[in-house]
């Protein structure tokens, strides 16, 4: 049968469907459609409380850093912290820039899903780096944060840091590589995927 | 009053949300999850329609988009919005079963073969759309339209004479 022939059928089908299909409006009615606007702000208002928590935390690692840096030991881990929370905010801000600039009811379909997919592509990349740098943030936050909060200065009891840093490394490390290979590695291969997809459609054949 | 408006805005284009529901969820329960999905989405941006393109384009363009996010969708049964039982769009009574129409079967399980963006361009081609309407709604040009077709239209030819 030839598309044209199935577009009759078709016609017939759409036909038969007016006529039979039922909208049921008690059930429309019901929902709870204003609810579904705010759950839909969701992503961009955890993205806007984590760059203001990540912003407050790193001023405070940045002032913390400078109060200290005339000792080393205590400036290399506050600058190794702030150079990975700085990641993590701009991470957030760039996701924040992407979610405001999907246009979910003006865009053609490519649009709207080549806005999606990058968005979930640089939020699955993102979460790869947060989970694996969070030994690394951990090992580096703790002296400069012992000592700017608690006045604890975590080098004078080298075997509970040493202790601290292999726990990092021997549990915190297999653990982010598993909650990310389980979680999020399939996620990210789908998203790249389809964004590939996308630009194969878009192309003149 | 805007929601009436709405409601009757659905009862004209039920059709075309039941065909989009059905070409792209072949399982019912999805089915309904993905019809509300719809409805939700159209009801959000409902009081942003300005006219600036025709309604059904624009029903197609949010239905479209929702059916394939959702099919895309890495958790797509977790986040209901609303629970709910029944489908909104049902045929209302057995009179009339699109399983027991062969042709109807056939097209749905060849629809179901296609990729996302390839259902998308059939459902529309197969409503009659006009090829300025089809590129606009997903956003490729009117001659890359018009090749698809053609290609889909021999894969369709070859499906049909092996069956």
Avoid at chain 1, 6 to 29: G, M
Avoid at chain 1, 60 to 88: D, H, K, Q
Avoid at chain 1, 100 to 128: A, P
Avoid at chain 1, 154 to 161: L, Q, S, V
């Amino acid at each position: 049968m030839e598309l044209e022939e199935l577009k009759s059928v078709w016609a017939q089908y759409d036909k038969k469907l007016s006529q039979n299909l039922k909208l049921n409006e008690e059930l429309l009615r019901k929902m709870n459609l204003e609810k579904s606007k705010k759950e839909m702000n969701a992503p961009l208002f955890y993205e806007i409380i984590s760059v203001i928590g990540g912003a407050i935390f790193l001023m405070f690692i940045v002032s913390a850093t400078i109060r200290y840096s005339y000792e080393l030991e205590f400036l290399l881990p506050g600058i190794i912290t702030s150079i990975i929370v700085s990641i993590w905010v701009y991470n957030s801000i760039s996701k924040m820039k992407l979610l405001t600039n999907i246009e979910y009811y003006n865009s053609s379909i490519i649009e709207l899903q080549k806005s999606i997919n990058t968005f979930k592509l640089k939020y699955q990349t993102s979460k790869k780096f947060e989970l694996y740098s969070i030994p690394a943030f951990a090992i580096a936050a703790f002296p400069i944060l012992g000592i700017a909060m608690r006045n604890f200065d975590i080098y004078e009891h080298p075997i509970r840091f040493i202790v601290g840093i292999v726990l990092s490394l021997i549990l915190g490390y297999p653990g982010q590589i598993w909650i990310y290979k389980n979680l999020y590695e399939k996620k990210l291969k789908n998203a790249t995927n389809f964004l590939d997809e996308l630009s194969q459609f878009e192309k003149e054949e | 009053m805007e929601k009436e408006k709405f409601i009757s805005v659905i009862k004209d284009n039920q059709n075309l949300i039941y065909k989009i529901c059905y070409s792209y969820c072949s399982n019912a329960e999805n089915r309904k999850d993905l019809q509300q999905e719809i409805l939700i989405q159209l009801w959000n941006s409902f009081s942003k329609f300005d006219g600036r393109v025709k309604l059904s384009t624009w029903i197609y363009r949010i239905a479209l988009n929702t059916a394939i996010s959702f099919y895309r969708n890495d958790s797509k049964h977790s986040d209901k919005k609303v629970s709910i039982d029944a489908s909104i769009i049902s045929l209302s009574n057995f009179e009339y079963v699109p399983e027991q129409d062969e042709n109807i079967t056939m097209l749905y399980q060849f629809i179901e073969k296609l990729n996302e963006m390839d259902k998308a361009l059939i459902l529309l081609y197969l409503d009659d759309n006009k090829q300025k309407d089809i590129a606009e709604v997903l956003g490729i040009s009117e001659t890359n339209v018009a090749t698809k077709i053609s290609r889909i239209k021999k894969i369709l030819k070859e499906q049909f004479r092996n069956n």
